[in-house]
């Protein structure tokens, strides 16, 4: 199986972006996957300062198999980011794993997305596949899986 590159979109969330960062990293296939990060430019000048420290955050990335950025001069806008940034991935590699800086993932989160884009590749019923998780109440007794936390 050829692993899907991960594209992460970015503007102005230091916090949420390490976070994002933090979990991704240790998915056991992160170390064999390609992260391409997009930062968009700054709306204004009072946002130079936040845009410097993303991108001087993300230059200390490591634990991937590469890492891509994609710093824009102006700001593009969340749609423009994605449309041109999805676009130019998918015609390289034909698929793609999608984030934007304020998602918490799950540590199989990229077997589950990669063994999804596989299982449906040659599907023409399905459009994309999604790791969003409700969060469903279970029982305590279900799976011994009342210890988690909800």
């Known amino acids: 199986m050829q692993l899907s590159p991960i594209v992460l979109f970015t503007y102005k969330r230091l916090g949420t972006l390490k976070k994002t960062i933090a979990a991704l990293s240790v998915n056991s296939l992160a170390a ?42 102006t700001n593009k806008g969340l749609a423009n980011s994605i449309i041109g940034g999805v676009t130019d991935v998918i015609e390289q590699y034909g698929k793609v ?23 449906y590749e040659q599907n023409n019923e399905v459009f ?6 409700l969060k469903v109440a279970l029982p305590k007794n279900v799976l011994g899986l009342g210890d988690l936390e909800r």
């Open 97 to 119: 794993i999608v984030l934007e800086d304020d998602l918490i993932v799950s540590q199989n989160f990229l077997a589950f997305m990669n063994e999804a884009l596989d299982f």
């Open 128 to 133: 994309s596949v999604s790791g969003y998780g």
């Open 32 to 73: 064999s996957s390609d992260l391409i990060v997009y930062s968009d430019g700054s709306k204004s000048s009072n946002d130079d300062v936040i845009i410097a420290e993303i991108r001087g955050y993300l230059k200390t990335i490591t634990g991937f198999k590469t890492i891509t950025i994609h710093e824009s001069p």
